[in-house]
Structure formats: C-alpha cells, structure tokens
C-alpha cells in the first residue's frame, strides 16, 4: 500500500502525525512527510487513520 500526499493542499495541521506518527511527519515548512513508501503491512491501518483525520483531503491511499 502507498499513500500518495498532495503537499499543495496539505496546510499542516499535522492531525495525520498526530494519529500515526510512525506513517507522517512534518517538515520545517509545516508540510507532510511520508515516513516510509510503500507503507509497511504492519503499518497500513495507521496510516489509513492518518489520511482519514486529514481536514483538507491531501493523503490519498492506493492499494
Ligand atoms: S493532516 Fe492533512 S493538512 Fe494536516 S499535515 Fe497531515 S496532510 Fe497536511
């Protein structure tokens, strides 16, 4: 599973870090940073919580 970010639309509310920390971090600049590409299997629900927390739909998950 890959989770694809749209760092335009991200505006770095870091709500997806905050839920899954281990998936997304913030750079300098606020935006989201994806800790591992593709997303590990052990991994993949976590980071499907932290796309669904997103207020402004920039993660996008892929099979
Ligand atoms: S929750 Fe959405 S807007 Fe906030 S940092 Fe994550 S990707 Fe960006």
């Known amino acids: 599973m890959r989770i694809v970010a749209d760092t335009v639309r991200c505006e770095g509310h870091g709500l997806c870090a905050d839920t899954a920390p281990e998936v997304y971090d913030l750079d300098d600049e ?7 590409d593709p997303v590990p299997a ?11 927390v997103c207020p402004v739909a920039a993660l996008r998950v892929e099979a």
């Open 30 to 36: 606020a935006l989201v940073v994806l800790l591992h």
């Open 42 to 52: 052990e991994l993949e629900r976590k980071a499907e919580a932290g796309a669904r």
